[in-house]
């Protein structure tokens, strides 16, 4: 077996039902870019990405993993969307005792390899996604000690999935005043907000009731099935809840508390340092935009999230008192 320590798995392929993973050349190069994707771009202009391919059957991450294994997940981020979890995911990078891989696309095809085939069961999936997050986790630096990944906010709805695979993993769930978050997507809609991006069925819709659907109230209803997701798992006793509004201050130390992770005095200035910047696109200032969103949500955005949204977010509240970081 090849030494695959300085690539990285960029893609899950299929070839007929079988999966396979493309590897990437990514040598010492940190996750720093606020996601993967961006990462793994600069890492396919390198020479040796250009003159060699790396290819293997995905079930070779079994022996991968076991013979390289990477750091154990540290704390993982769920998320509403449009509220704050890239921050989360830039100040942790920030420090170089941590690896953080930002919504990470193959983690997305094994989650949702089954709508692709049917026939893969849920415990192929999670034995792959253990075999994955290992070979995506390898240290590479002698500072690194902690490994987060922040997910697609869509994974929310695979976290008995995620929660199997990982039982013992501290997580948190991200979320923020709904009109905020649709007045976001009044200006931009992410890709989980369009009708046919992802499969209807991942929010127990089926084809013809999508359909029915004006744009921004499956957008509407597609964040509320997020934020019920993890209400649900929260009311069970798991995980955290944290409100954007309590980033990054008040919920900083006690959030390093909960995932276990002791920093120096340079690492907490570091991570606190990247929190004025703008998270996705770091060479400008962070600048508070909330005011500005509720004042710009039109009378249809108002409506759609007083009707299916607002309810959620209030149970959310109730429950992140109970048991957040209030």
């Not at 930002?102 to 075999?131: C, K, M, V």
Request: net charge neutral.
């Amino acid at each position: 077996m090849s030494d695959m320590s300085g690539w990285v798995p960029i893609r899950i392929e299929w070839q007929d039902s079988r999966p396979m993973v493309d590897w990437g050349y990514r040598g010492a190069r940190r996750f720093t870019e606020p996601f993967f994707a961006q990462t793994v771009n600069a890492c396919l202009r390198h020479p040796a990405d250009l003159l060699f391919r790396h290819q293997t059957p995905l079930e070779e991450l079994g022996e991968i993993a076991a013979s390289q294994p990477g750091i154990r997940p540290t704390g993982f981020i769920f998320h509403m969307s449009r509220c704050g979890s890239t921050l989360i995911s830039q100040m942790l990078a920030a420090a170089p005792s941590n690896i953080v891989l930002s919504e990470a696309g193959p983690i997305d095809e094994i989650l949702r390899a089954h709508f692709r085939h049917p026939e893969i069961t849920e415990a192929q999936r999670e034995q792959w996604l253990r075999w994955l997050v290992g070979a995506l986790a390898w240290r590479r630096h002698p500072a690194e000690r902690n490994a987060f990944i922040k997910f697609d906010c869509w994974h929310v709805l695979f976290l008995p999935l995620i929660q199997r695979a990982f039982p013992d993993v501290p997580w948190i769930f991200l979320y923020r005043e709904p009109l905020e978050v649709m007045a976001s997507a009044q200006k931009q809609l992410g890709g989980q907000m369009i009708p046919g991006v992802l499969q209807p069925g991942l929010f127990g819709w089926d084809e013809a009731t999508v359909a029915k659907m004006t744009l921004f109230e499956y957008a509407a209803r597609a964040l509320a099935k997020l934020c019920e997701a993890a209400l649900a798992q929260a009311k069970a006793g798991h995980g955290r809840l944290v409100n954007y509004r309590q980033l990054p201050g008040a919920v900083w130390p006690a959030l390093m508390d909960y995932w276990n992770v002791s920093c120096s005095a340079e690492e907490t200035e570091r991570m606190l340092s990247a929190a004025t910047l703008n998270a996705k696109n770091p060479v400008l200032p962070f600048e508070g935009d909330s005011q500005a969103k509720r004042d710009s949500a039109t009378a249809e955005i108002r409506a759609l999230t007083q009707q299916w949204l607002a309810g959620v977010y209030q149970q959310l509240e109730a429950q992140r008192l109970t048991r957040g970081f209030a």
